[in-house]
């Protein structure tokens, strides 16, 4: 099947810190893989996307590298700051369909 | 730039009510998709359309239907409600499948509250 696993929160990081969030996943085929982040009171936000192995999706800093030998896609930012304070979901869509899977999202806090 | 649009963005209904929620993809988008995500939960997929067409249903309950019609907007209707279907709905919508463009466009969701 298909499905997606990513690092439980809550995450509380201090500003200028370094984040990691894990995902991994399962799939039938070759997926392509998102982040999406949801600010309070709002709709999910792509934030990045890889569409094949190798590949480094980026925005706003946020960086994530699609590692088919791992199956996984961990975002990574190296500095993060206040407004970056969000649920942040790992995602795929298999490239035979149109059904997206999602994990179960990440809270990430930073504080001042 | 416009974007999904849904209605009502707050519903509050008693057991055994109906309601309806509506969507209004971004302008030119053909697909639609409808999400129920619980609170503090990943948004679980519910239904799809393309062109009109069912195109690939999740966990969406035999107690609920929808459609989407010629000008592309999508209704979601809900009967029997229960009070687990207290939720977050997300639309969204995609040029294509997203298969083909890997980018789902979202709402800003309808709150509904079952008493």
């Known amino acids: 099947g298909n499905s997606v696993t990513q690092m439980e929160g809550p995450v509380t990081l201090s500003e200028e810190a370094f984040l990691t969030i894990n995902c991994t996943y399962t799939a039938t085929g070759y997926p392509s893989l998102f982040w999406y982040v949801q600010y309070p009171g709002e709709g999910l936000q792509l934030l990045l996307k890889?569409?094949?192995?190798?590949d480094k999706g980026s925005n706003k800093g946020f960086e994530a590298t699609y590692r088919k030998e791992t199956t996984s896609f961990h975002l990574e930012k190296g500095s993060v700051q206040v407004s970056d304070s969000a649920v942040y979901f790992c995602?795929?869509?298999?490239?035979?369909?149109?059904?997206?899977?999602f994990g179960t999202g990440t809270s990430l806090t930073v504080i001042p | 730039a416009a974007g999904v649009i849904q209605s009502p963005r707050h519903l509050i209904k008693e057991k055994r009510e109906t309601a309806t929620l509506k969507c209004y993809p971004i302008p030119r988008h053909d697909t639609v998709y409808w999400y129920q995500q619980g609170p503090g939960q990943d948004p679980q997929f519910l239904i799809s359309f393309y062109e009109k067409m069912q195109s690939d249903k999740g966990s969406i309950p035999d107690r609920f239907s929808a459609q989407q019609f010629s000008d592309y907007h999508s209704e979601l209707n809900m009967s029997s409600l229960e009070l687990g279907d207290s939720a977050l709905y997300f639309c969204?919508?995609?040029?294509?499948?997203?298969?083909?463009?890997?980018?789902?466009?979202f709402g800003e969701g309808s709150r509904l509250t079952v008493l």
């Open positions: 995602a795929l869509v298999r490239n035979t369909g149109n059904q997206f899977y």
């Open positions: 969204a919508s995609s040029l294509g499948t997203t298969s083909n463009t890997g980018e789902l466009f």
């Open positions: 890889a569409t094949k192995a190798d």
